[in-house]
């Protein structure tokens, strides 16, 4: 049944089943509702507002800005002091060899934009057969046509098939807890991994592939997934052996859909690759912490080699927004990064990441239906299954994580879970990633908040269990 204030709200909202609660103000890492409850933002709305809800300097910076000249067209011979500033800021050290940035507004916009950079540079190199991308399976990068194509999530591209590319094939995504066989070791499931990827390369061709993209660290579909030890070694090394980009996704998670979240800190380094032993990626788009919500904002960033191949070719960028780069956008941007580093958040982000980590395996691990804990720095997720002993998960319609996210908001916890049906490994968990800024006491408020929602949720299907377990028993007599 559609909500009566949905009904008659002239925004589209994206759901329609409830009313969505009016926010009012925010500060720290606490939203106020217009009914008056306070509510835990958990996860940073879907890991966007890194530094809580108030930053005076953000707000000044913004201002500044606005009274400086508020829009530069990119696609004019115009530039911005806070775009330079802010690249700087990011590509001055050329980190794995990135060297230029793309700004835009959302993560879905980023992945276009790298999947049409890496055409464009096949082109500029000649090799315009180069066009086949392979991504994983269960994977999001973004909520646009052409960042579905390039998505593993089965029911976000349902409806859009008539509209997905064919020039795009998948591999297993890097899931251990639920796809290692009982009788492998993780060294031979990362070479399961890294031959299926060599096997599809080949079967596609080398000369017809332009890129593979993944997730450094899954987000949402998968729930904070980091990578077996190895796996992006031996992705990098099959990329160089046989001449592939590797784009890696760190800032999708959406923008607002859950795509690409592990990047710029989350996972407690600038670059979630960076604690990956590698190099670096030939693109990578960023976003969400890069502007902290203040204003939307992503990005693509790519390594000097893509440059050189443009520069030496058509001398330009075949690709464009109107509202690339905008100079609100990047001026706050910059006010985050300078208070990330300022106050040393991504130390904080490593010191209360051991704190969560902790009070999540002291307070949630023992709970019934929890399966497993993993994340990494302030990124982690909560993964039920039916039966965590013998592995067999729930129905896709038990929606058992939503109710838990559900009882969380009920209980002032605004927390994430699953995106649906995202692939044939049906996935039931929740994400607690709070802000930057969190404090060990509000960390233990959040888990103590998180575990009082998954009691609540488990205390009426134990007891059904329990009846039904009687009346078999009864019944056998």
């Given at each position: 049944?559609?909500?009566?204030?949905?009904?008659?709200?002239?925004?589209?909202?994206?759901?329609?089943?409830?009313?969505?609660?009016?926010?009012?103000?925010?500060?720290?890492?606490?939203?106020?509702?217009?009914?008056?409850?306070?509510?835990?933002?958990?996860?940073?709305?879907?890991?966007?507002?890194?530094?809580?809800?108030?930053?005076?300097?953000?707000?000044?910076?913004?201002?500044?800005?606005?009274?400086?000249?508020?829009?530069?067209?990119?696609?004019?011979?115009?530039?911005?002091?806070?775009?330079?500033?802010?690249?700087?800021?990011?590509?001055?050290?050329?980190?794995?060899?990135?060297?230029?940035?793309?700004?835009?507004?959302?993560?879905?916009?980023?992945?276009?934009?790298?999947?049409?950079?890496?055409?464009?540079?096949?082109?500029?190199?000649?090799?315009?057969?180069?066009?086949?991308?392979?991504?994983?399976?269960?994977?999001?990068?973004?909520?646009?046509?052409?960042?579905?194509?390039?998505?593993?999530?089965?029911?976000?591209?349902?409806?859009?098939?008539?509209?997905?590319?064919?020039?795009?094939?998948?591999?297993?995504?890097?899931?251990?807890?639920?796809?290692?066989?009982?009788?492998?070791?993780?060294?031979?499931?990362?070479?399961?991994?890294?031959?299926?990827?060599?096997?599809?390369?080949?079967?596609?061709?080398?000369?017809?592939?332009?890129?593979?993209?993944?997730?450094?660290?899954?987000?949402?579909?998968?729930?904070?997934?980091?990578?077996?030890?190895?796996?992006?070694?031996?992705?990098?090394?099959?990329?160089?052996?046989?001449?592939?980009?590797?784009?890696?996704?760190?800032?999708?998670?959406?923008?607002?859909?859950?795509?690409?979240?592990?990047?710029?800190?989350?996972?407690?380094?600038?670059h979630a690759w960076e604690q990956e032993g590698i190099r670096g990626p030939d693109i990578q788009t960023i976003g969400k912490a890069l502007g902290g919500g203040f204003v939307p904002l992503s990005g693509v960033l790519l390594h000097q080699k893509i440059f050189d191949a443009l520069a030496a070719g058509s001398k330009g960028l075949l690709h464009g927004h109107t509202f690339q780069a905008h100079p609100i956008a990047t001026a706050a941007a910059v006010a985050v990064q300078k208070i990330i580093k300022e106050l040393d958040l991504l130390n904080n982000v490593a010191k209360m990441g051991k704190v969560l980590e902790e009070a999540l395996e002291e307070m949630i691990r023992p709970l019934p239906f929890v399966a497993d804990i993993r994340g990494r720095g302030l990124f982690w997720a909560v993964e039920f299954l039916a039966d965590p002993e013998s592995g067999a998960p729930f129905a896709e319609n038990a929606k058992f994580c939503n109710q838990v996210v559900d009882a969380a908001f009920e209980n002032g916890?605004?927390?994430?879970?699953?995106?649906?049906?995202?692939?044939?490994?049906?996935?039931?968990?929740?994400?607690?990633?709070?802000?930057?800024?969190?404090?060990?006491?509000?960390?233990?408020?959040?888990?103590?908040?998180?575990?009082?929602?998954?009691?609540?949720?488990?205390?009426?299907?134990?007891?059904?269990?329990?009846?039904?377990?009687?009346?078999?028993?009864?019944?056998?007599?």
């Open positions: 049944m559609t909500d009566t204030f949905v009904a008659q709200s002239h925004i589209l909202h994206r759901a329609f089943g409830q009313r969505p609660e009016n926010v009012v103000s925010a500060e720290g890492i606490k939203l106020v509702l217009e009914s008056g409850r306070t509510m835990y933002d958990a996860t940073c709305g879907p890991s966007v507002s890194v530094l809580g809800h108030h930053q005076p300097k953000v707000t000044e910076a913004i201002t500044r800005q606005l009274k400086q000249i508020a829009y530069v067209y990119s696609g004019a011979r115009f530039t911005a002091e806070p775009n330079e500033e802010l690249a700087s800021m990011i590509l001055g050290a050329c980190p794995g060899g990135l060297s230029k940035a793309i700004f835009v507004n959302s993560g879905s916009e980023a992945t276009d934009a790298a999947i049409k950079l890496a055409t464009q540079y096949w082109h500029e190199r000649g090799l315009p057969n180069k066009s086949h991308v392979i991504a994983r399976k269960q994977s999001y990068h973004g909520n646009t046509i052409g960042a579905l194509n390039v998505s593993g999530h089965t029911s976000r591209r349902e409806i859009y098939r008539d509209w997905i590319s064919e020039n795009v094939s998948f591999v297993d995504p890097c899931y251990a807890f639920r796809l290692q066989k009982a009788d492998e070791s993780p060294n031979q499931y990362l070479q399961r991994l890294r031959d299926q990827l060599e096997a599809e390369i080949i079967r596609v061709g080398p000369g017809n592939i332009s890129a593979f993209i993944a997730e450094t660290v899954s987000g949402t579909t998968l729930g904070c997934l980091p990578p077996v030890p190895g796996y992006f070694k031996a992705v990098r090394e099959l990329c160089d052996k046989y001449d592939i980009l590797l784009i890696l996704d760190e800032a999708s998670y959406i923008c607002t859909d859950h795509t690409i979240m592990c990047g710029m800190g989350k996972t407690g380094t600038m916890l605004n927390i994430l879970g699953n995106l649906g049906v995202t692939g044939d490994v049906h996935v039931e968990h929740v994400i607690v990633a709070p802000p930057y800024i969190v404090s060990e006491s509000e960390i233990r408020d959040i888990v103590q908040l998180l575990e009082i929602s998954i009691k609540d949720v488990s205390r009426p299907l134990l007891k059904s269990r329990q009846q039904t377990r009687s009346t078999s028993a009864k019944s056998s007599l």
